[in-house]
């Protein structure tokens, strides 16, 4: 696998997050909605689930641009 840059890491990880918040808005705009799961407990699974890929890709790039960082340092 070719690696990146971290002057392209960096960007490509920050779109990551408004794509999550993206899909985030539509699930809860369109599909809860449609759905009318909004103000229930029967759209909870989503949540958790989305936190947990929110925070692993928070921890993958937070971990990958202080590895890149170390690298050049040596």
Known sequence: MKKLKLYVFIPL??????????????????VFEYLEWNGTDKNDWFFVLWWGIVFLWFSYGITQIYFKLNSKKS
């Open 13 to 30: 990880w920050l779109f990551g997050f408004f794509v999550l918040l993206s899909f985030d808005l539509f699930m809860e705009g369109i």
